[in-house]
Nanobody, 115 residues
Framework: QVMLAESGGGLVQAGGSLRLSCEAS????????MGWYRQASGKERELVVVMSSGGSTKSGDSVKGRFTISRDNAKNTVHLQMNSLKPEDTAVYYCYIQKSGLDYWGQGTQVTVSS
């Protein structure tokens, strides 16, 4: 079982920045991917950005050029730097990890962007 501890959500004005962090319990062995998804009220969960163990990334179109993922494999942590935030970025952000072929999710952290 993998536990994910998220931090860094909150309220910010449009145009501002936030940094989310997520630490996974256990060893970094067999971790294939780490990243973030989000779910806005009344909408389906969608990809924000995910990074593979090799460093390649896949991002949602709406965040390209504004959000940056970084990963510390030694500490089993992943960060999401969010810049130029927009009201439509308001959502619950979920940390995600794929380890040994299984998907794990954090409890979610709320990000609210005011106009």
């Amino acid at each position: 079982q993998v536990m994910l501890a998220e931090s860094g959500g909150g309220l910010v004005q449009a145009g501002g920045s936030l940094r989310l962090s997520c630490e996974a319990s256990g060893s970094a062995a067999s971790v294939n991917a780490m990243g973030w998804y989000r779910q806005a009220s009344g909408k389906e969960r969608e990809l924000v950005v995910v990074m593979s163990s090799g460093g390649s990334t896949k991002s949602g179109d709406s965040v390209k050029g504004r959000f940056t993922i970084s990963r510390d494999n030694a500490k089993n942590t992943v960060h999401l730097q969010m810049n130029s935030l927009k009201p439509e970025d308001t959502a619950v952000y979920y940390c995600y990890i794929q380890k040994s072929g299984l998907d794990y999710w954090g409890q979610g952290t709320q990000v609210t962007v005011s106009s």
